[in-house]
């Protein structure tokens, strides 16, 4: 269950990864959507160190 659990975070960070790449490469990039997506990565990576 546990490594279900962090299947789902690790493939949930490499999606915000993917959206904050094609974020940072469109002409304009938005700040207010960079800053969420950072924000949301850091919450994954701080509960994948509690597991």
């Not at 490594?3 to 490469?25: F, M, T, V």
């Not at 304009?28 to 800053?35: E, F, G, K, L, M």
Request: hydrophobic share 35%.
């Amino acid at each position: 269950m546990v490594s279900s659990h962090a299947n789902a975070l690790q493939s949930k960070h490499a999606g915000l990864e993917e959206r904050l790449r094609d974020e940072l490469n469109r002409p304009v990039p938005d700040a207010a959507t960079i800053q969420a997506i950072k924000r949301q990565k850091l919450r994954i990576k701080e509960e994948l160190s509690t597991i």
